[in-house]
């Protein structure tokens, strides 16, 4: 229906996933609610409870996805501990290109890796400004 809706649909997020091969931040866009291929992949997908991925709730926020080709093949992958998790952190370069991609939507590439770089060497700042002056558009 619209962007923001569409963070928040599983068939919609999945279907985006596989036609573009991600589901960051920026992929939610107009241009990808109107992509036919995502439209016409999400209606074909459903959401199920899985008894070995409620079985580790609360303790585990896990997720299971099972593709079934036209062909017959079935691909099958489970993940107990998502990205990002204590018990599956991100690497400091995930982090990173994670800032990158988001802080891309509203500040300029220059301004971006400074932040970067201020903040990887926080002990040595003397004074918050040198990091604020940066967040201003």
């Known amino acids: 229906r619209d962007v923001t809706e569409s963070h928040f649909s599983a068939?919609?997020?999945i279907a985006m996933c596989l036609v573009k091969g991600s589901n960051?931040?920026?992929?939610?866009?107009?241009e990808s609610l109107a992509d036919p291929r995502i439209r016409d992949l999400a209606r074909r997908v459903t959401v199920e409870a899985d008894p070995d991925v409620d079985a580790v709730y609360p303790a585990k926020r896990a997720g299971k996805v099972t593709i079934r080709m036209a062909s017959g093949a079935v691909f099958q992958e489970t993940v107990f501990d998502a990205k990002g998790t204590l018990e599956n952190p991100m690497t400091r370069a995930e982090v990173e290109d994670k800032f990158r991609a988001l802080a891309a939507l509203v500040l300029p590439p220059n301004r971006v890796e400074a932040l970067i770089e201020r903040i990887a060497n926080l002990s040595s700042i003397t004074d918050i400004r040198q990091i604020t002056e940066l967040l201003t558009a």
């Open 24 to 30: 960051s931040f920026g992929d939610y866009s107009d």
């Open 11 to 13: 068939a919609f997020c």
